[in-house]
């Protein structure tokens, strides 16, 4: 078990505590939904969600870990004014960029707003 799977754990013997939240709906596998309901059994003080959470959040850590430093550069693209985005190679850039442009705007972020769109024609 690796360090970060085995400080889930060890968190989730520990009481639980509450941060601000966002509701999504997610479909899962039939497979995943039945072991995220068994570690429910095993940590019966903790919610289906507390496990998606932490195993999202650390999942996601270890992906952005892997991207390297953010290096400046790209192209900015604009239409009538409004920023786009940026096209570069960088994908640690692109990530950063895109995060911190999200925490600054909170959830009503236009790029929110826009996966919302976009999951909701899906």
Do not use: C
């Amino acid at each position: 078990m690796s360090a970060k799977a085995k400080k889930l754990v060890n968190n989730w013997s520990k009481p639980i505590i509450t941060e601000e939240r966002v509701q999504v709906t997610l479909r899962l596998d039939f497979d995943t939904y039945a072991k995220l309901h068994a570690l429910k059994a095993v940590y019966p003080a903790r919610s289906v969600n507390e496990f998606m959470n932490d195993l999202l959040s650390t999942s996601l850590n270890e992906v952005i870990e892997e991207f390297g430093e953010p290096q400046e550069g790209g192209e900015a693209f604009h239409e009538n004014g409004e920023y786009l985005g940026v096209a570069s190679e960088n994908n640690a850039y692109l990530f950063d960029r895109t995060y911190n442009m999200i925490l600054r705007d909170g959830k009503n972020s236009d790029l929110i707003k826009a996966a919302k769109e976009s999951e909701a024609k899906s």
